[in-house]
């Protein structure tokens, strides 16, 4: 996907509140931006890192810019923007880059299922074959160069999780989708040092028939693509 219009850059103050970030432009403008993510944002909110920002026309919104890119002082790009996961990784589907999505004739997003009432991010259906139900997680988390999910605790993480054994259970296909949003990322495990609970239940998954991918983005300023699978190591 590509940034259009482009994205413009500014120096990173602080990010505040979990939904505002406050930047100064590169003429010594200070502005505020939305923070479209919720999560810690471990390593992805340093000050005086570069932020890379889009621009709504939407002369309703309180806050007109939107953090899209952390660039870090070591020159890594991070996707903060946690909608953007699911955005490649619906591209990457339909484009049919992730070899072991192919041959899927109708996908569709939100679906409501499971005995704990969630939404599945995708569910892949075609004639011939199971539905396929996808959970896509943005990996943003860097320790050197391996990437780790959950940034913290997360109750709704291991629900998903457990809706995706049910799903095999019942004879269905089920994957759990990591995608890797840092450039730095070469590998990836669960976050046990966080969440011990979900990097089990991850395990458990596993050895029930839940499939688990990771693929990383290729990121810059000017485009976003999902290609490169990276080891997945539990």
Not at 85 to 112: C, F, H, M
Not at 136 to 158: C, H, I, M, W
Not at 200 to 226: F, R
């Amino acid at each position: 996907m590509q940034f259009i219009p482009k994205l413009q850059s500014a120096t990173l103050i602080k990010r505040y509140k979990r939904f505002l970030a406050d930047v100064v432009t590169a003429d010594g403008t200070e502005i505020t931006l939305h923070c479209p993510n919720t999560g810690a944002m471990t390593g992805c909110a340093t000050p005086g890192d570069t932020v890379w920002y889009s621009t709504s026309e939407n002369s309703k919104r309180k806050y007109a810019h939107t953090w899209e890119l952390t660039q870090t002082q070591q020159g890594a790009f991070i996707c903060v923007n946690t909608l953007q996961a699911n955005r490649l990784v619906k591209d990457a589907i339909q484009s049919e880059l992730i070899p072991s999505l192919r041959g899927y004739t109708a996908l569709k997003s939100e679906v409501k299922y499971g005995a704990e009432r969630s939404r599945i991010d995708f569910m892949l259906q075609a004639e011939d074959r199971r539905n396929c139900y996808i959970e896509v997680k943005s990996v943003t988390l860097a320790e050197n160069e391996n990437g780790f999910f959950p940034d913290a605790v997360t109750a709704r993480g291991q629900k998903h999780l457990r809706e995706l054994m049910s799903v095999v259970s019942e004879g269905d296909r089920a994957v759990i989708f990591f995608a890797v949003l840092h450039s730095a990322i070469t590998c990836f495990s669960p976050a046990r040092h966080i969440d011990a609970k979900y990097a089990q239940l991850l395990n458990e998954a596993q050895s029930k028939g839940v499939e688990i991918l990771a693929y990383k983005a290729e990121l810059s300023a000017d485009i976003m693509t999902l290609k490169e699978p990276v080891p997945v190591a539990l």
